[in-house]
């Protein structure tokens, strides 16, 4: 009997949903991340900015057994938000994140354009904000490590060494604002790296991009500012930009007295641009024409 | 009988170039052979039906459902790509499990599920290895097992047989013999005629984005006897075998070859032919080393069909 003779019986099953189809991606993207060569040892060496900002909240409350080091005590160890915030814009700390989307973040979209796996992806149960949700998941993940999860914890120790609530009675935002800033600085780093990855099938192409534009944003912006002094030439720079965006949340003093808001506006249009350009170049076919 | 695809006059263009023009079809339960050269439209035509690709006009319907950006339909479909679609540092094992969680499987069902398929494909030995290491074959047998391991009612491949030995050929065929068993759908391409006729007797002839035919092999075999079929023969007597076929009415041209011992015979009616030839052999003693239908390829029948 062929099939013809048999009929086609209609399926009566209801289509099952996963719940979050976006963690599959993300985990297989931590996972690759993880494989790479170095990537352990970059990624440790990227927490060392917690460990000094731990040890410095440890010694702030032990001033007593550290009497030598008293005399750089109004620099390094008057712990207010200001500490934290000048924790999460430390220019050591982005510097890492950079690198971080060196190796986290630079193939995630090329590697599946040059593979050609977003046909298998789209051919799936899946739909484009789930694939862009799980890719961008990996980088949440790695710079959440770096920022949120070592912010958070600091304020912990901080709790924890100094045994009261002084800390929070003072800045109640504080939890807060670390979050906040964590969660804005990883937005804005995600949308770079993502809109940079697609980009191009090259990953070792958008690797030096993504450190290319980091670099070049900083270094064109010193130039400039040697030559017309004009503070406004510090929107040039990510560095400057990311700081700005911190000097609401922790009550620091801004870089060149530039409003944040412009900074802020800045990089929220980068993150649409992002968008825009992940939407229309996440698809499953590339038409040759 | 209920089809399970439907187009409806599809249509879809690339800037000024035509993909596919007013695709009509309806492809039922069973295996169908999606035939034409390469560049033809099997692929556009493949990628619609996987959601890939938004038709420019007309319509496009799975179990009577649209497919674009319908992504709970793809539960049910499965989908061998023609070309390579690997992470290429994964192993065979993480590929699999991995778009096998994209669907709702727990990882203990997706793990089932990928070993199952592995083993379907003889590639459970491997499933360690990584990709990068796989021949062409492997490569080949584990995009047909992603196809198929979360067990789907319609497969669309495109091109399954491309670069399988003579072996993993016969594997594939058989596996997609067996799905046909199953109540399942498949829809496959390919530009090789006799691959697809190991496999099926359903055909949808594709040029140029256009439909050329559809339907039972036979009828299509029947169209290319309305032209003339060249046969190919090495024979120790080509000269006295030329002389005793052109007296048959059914004989178009009888020309010598380039070698001694060849014939080239064009003939209308190919049947008849070979009911003719082996008591030629035997009456005249003749010694028949090859016979070849040089035209016997689906380049030719689209030749003809197009009028070329």
């Not at chain 1, 800390?167 to 807060?176: F, S």
């Not at chain 1, 906040?180 to 697609?198: C, G, P």
């Not at chain 2, 339960?29 to 099997?42: D, E």
């Not at chain 2, 590639?123 to 584990?142: E, F, P, T």
Request: hydrophobic content about 50%; charged content about 20%.
């Amino acid at each position: 009997m062929t099939i013809r003779e048999k009929g086609y019986h209609h399926w009566d099953g209801q289509f099952l949903e996963r719940r979050h189809p976006w963690w599959p991606i993300t985990r297989l993207g931590i996972r690759l991340t993880f494989k790479r060569k170095f990537f352990k040892f970059i990624f440790s060496s990227s927490l060392l900015p917690a460990v000094v900002f731990l040890a410095g909240i440890y010694i702030s409350e032990r001033l007593e057994d550290f009497r030598g080091m008293a005399r750089i005590e109004s620099l390094l160890l008057n712990i207010s938000a200001k500490y934290f915030g000048a924790y999460l814009t430390a220019d050591f700390l982005l510097f890492m994140a950079v690198i971080i989307l060196v190796f986290c973040a630079a193939g995630l979209v090329a590697d599946d354009l040059k593979h050609n796996t977003l046909q298998l992806y789209f051919a799936r149960p899946l739909r484009k904000r789930d694939y862009l949700l799980g890719k961008a998941s990996v980088v949440f993940f790695f710079l959440f490590l770096l920022t949120l999860v070592p912010g958070l914890l600091l304020v912990i120790f901080k709790l924890i060494f100094s045994g009261s609530f002084r800390l929070l009675r003072e800045n109640p935002w504080l939890p807060l604002a670390v979050l906040a800033y964590s969660v804005l600085f990883t937005l804005f780093l995600t949308a770079y790296a993502l809109l940079l990855s697609s980009l191009s099938r090259n990953g070792r192409a958008v690797s030096l991009l993504i450190f290319g534009v980091y670099l070049f944003s900083d270094m064109l912006f010193n130039i400039l500012y040697g030559i017309f002094h004009s503070p406004y030439l510090g929107l040039l720079s990510m560095r400057t930009n990311l700081k700005l965006l911190a000097v609401p949340l922790f009550g620091l003093k801004p870089p060149l007295g530039l409003p944040w808001g412009y900074s802020a506006g800045l990089l929220a249009a980068v993150v649409a641009l992002a968008a825009v350009v992940l939407v229309k170049k996440v698809k499953g076919v590339s038409v040759i024409r | 009988m209920k089809a399970a695809i439907q187009t409806d006059k599809l249509s879809k263009w690339y800037g000024n170039i035509l993909g596919l023009s007013e695709v009509s079809l309806e492809v039922r339960p069973g295996i169908t052979g999606l035939l034409g050269p390469n560049g033809a439209g099997k692929s556009t035509l493949m990628k619609i039906l996987t959601g890939q690709l938004r038709p420019s006009l007309g319509r496009a319907l799975i179990w009577g459902e649209k497919i674009w950006n319908n992504f709970r339909l793809f539960n049910r479909i499965g989908y061998c790509p023609e070309h390579d679609s690997f992470y290429e540092q994964t192993t065979g094992w993480q590929f699999l499990t991995g778009l096998l969680r994209l669907f709702p499987f727990s990882p203990a069902e997706a793990a089932g599920r990928a070993e199952r398929a592995l083993a379907t494909v003889e590639l459970l030995s491997d499933k360690d290895r990584l990709i990068r290491g796989y021949s062409r074959g492997m490569r080949q047998r584990l995009k047909v097992a992603q196809a198929l391991a979360h067990d789907p009612d319609l497969l669309i491949l495109d091109e399954p047989l491309n670069g399988l030995d003579p072996l993993g050929k016969r594997r594939i065929i058989r596996l997609i013999k067996d799905l046909k068993n199953d109540n399942k759908t498949v829809l496959l391409s390919s530009h090789v005629l006799p691959e697809v006729e190991a496999l099926t007797r359903d055909i949808i002839l594709i040029h140029q984005g256009k439909i050329l035919a559809s339907g039972d092999i036979h009828e299509l075999r029947d169209l290319i006897d309305s032209h003339p079929h060249i046969i190919a023969l090495r024979c120790d007597r080509p000269r006295e075998l030329a002389a005793r076929l052109v007296r048959e009415p059914f004989i178009l041209k009888v020309q010598l070859g380039g070698q001694p011992d060849s014939l080239i015979v064009e003939t209308d009616n190919r049947d008849r032919f070979f009911s003719l030839l082996p008591e030629l052999v035997m009456d005249m003693g003749l010694a028949v080393d090859e016979i070849t239908s040089p035209d016997d390829n689906l380049q030719a029948v689209f030749d003809y069909l197009v009028g070329k």
